[in-house]
């Protein structure tokens, strides 16, 4: 089966927070990209496809990626989420991290003009 996915995809293991349904949540971020997440479903979440999420992904040094997104799939144990707003300071460190994982500098940019279509 080819994959149809636009966006690379960075493994990524990283403690966050999913904030859902008006309750706070941790999440391990598994994947990322700059189109969305894949994360661990806490068993205490509550959700639903295309339920609306703010992952606050807080970085080195306090830097944070904020990434509102809508669930997209949903397993036993994972959530894929397809982001649909990320501020400019936010975007900035996701494509530094991108940047430093993929070594593709011309695959980044490709994916960054896909964004802003």
Not at 5 to 18: P, T, W
Not at 22 to 37: A, P, R, T, Y
Not at 45 to 52: G, K, P
Not at 59 to 83: A, C, F, P, Y
């Amino acid at each position: 089966m080819q994959d149809k996915r636009i966006f690379q995809r960075v493994l990524f293991s990283h403690d966050a927070k999913l904030l859902c349904n008006g309750e706070s949540h941790i999440v391990q971020v598994l994947d990322l990209s700059m189109h969305g997440f894949l994360c661990t479903k806490p068993n205490t979440l509550d959700v639903s496809l295309n339920d609306e999420t703010t992952l606050i992904l807080t970085l080195e040094q306090g830097r944070k990626i904020v990434m509102e997104s809508t669930v997209v799939h949903i397993d036993n144990s994972h959530l894929g989420m397809s982001s649909h707003h990320i501020d400019i300071d936010s975007i900035s460190e996701l494509k530094r991290l991108i940047q430093l994982n993929l070594a593709n500098d011309d695959l980044l940019n490709r994916e960054l003009d896909m964004l802003a279509r």
